[in-house]
């Protein structure tokens, strides 16, 4: 199997991606995204948190969502932070980083009941934004610097490649069924040996 030697593993992964050209397995990030996960990671999130993908936006509109009640690929957003919760309650992680296409308006409500459903461990959403050169982030972060200088910035991939990586390097991961990205986190976590046994898709029960 391809992946990073071991001694990056034990000491870098799953909260850290080698920022050197050591790690050469299928899903190695460009040099650029590798320091900017990093750098957001210790910044915004810290070594113990979660990850969700919601893959929504037109998501609805070509797959069956009957095609398995027990497990639908989507769910009410109320549903949503009720699995979100109810997955995570008791692991000790508060922060919980989001990849989403949803509206502003799924995220607020999602944003709002992650922390009102259980008021005595209230999670705490966090996104990636988008770092503008007037932001205090540009000014005082370089690899926020140079991942917007980046010359495929604008097109949304590494963006995208981003958002996977921290997913890919979180204490614990939920995904969207019958989603690729969700898909890719999954396979990431499988190849760097850090999945756990609360990864999930939204919906699935325990088993």
Excluded at 60 to 88: E, H, M, W
Excluded at 129 to 155: A, C, I, L, M, N
Aim: proline fraction near 7%; include cysteine.
């Amino acid at each position: 199997m391809h992946g990073c030697p071991k001694e990056l593993v034990s000491h870098v992964l799953p909260f850290k991606l080698p920022e050197d050209e050591q790690c050469q397995d299928l899903w190695a990030p460009p040099r650029v995204v590798r320091g900017f996960v990093n750098g957001f990671i210790d910044t915004f999130l810290g070594k113990d948190f979660a990850a969700v993908h919601l893959r929504r936006s037109d998501f609805a509109s070509y797959i069956d969502t009957n095609k398995d009640s027990r497990n639908p690929a989507y769910l009410p957003v109320v549903s949503v932070a009720q699995f979100t919760v109810g997955r995570l309650r008791g692991t000790g992680v508060s922060a919980v980083y989001l990849a989403t296409d949803a509206s502003p308006s799924e995220i607020q409500l999602l944003e709002r009941l992650l922390l009102e459903l259980d008021p005595s461990s209230p999670f705490i959403l966090v996104r990636l934004p988008t770092f503008h050169k007037g932001s205090s982030e540009y000014q005082q972060f370089p690899w926020v610097r140079s991942f917007q200088q980046s010359d495929s910035h604008e097109s949304g991939i590494l963006r995208a490649i981003a958002e996977k990586n921290i997913c890919a390097a979180a204490r614990y991961f939920i995904g969207t069924p019958r989603s690729t990205f969700s898909s890719d986190i999954f396979r990431m976590r499988e190849e760097r040996n850090v999945r756990s046994s609360i990864d999930t898709f939204i919906g699935q029960p325990k088993i």
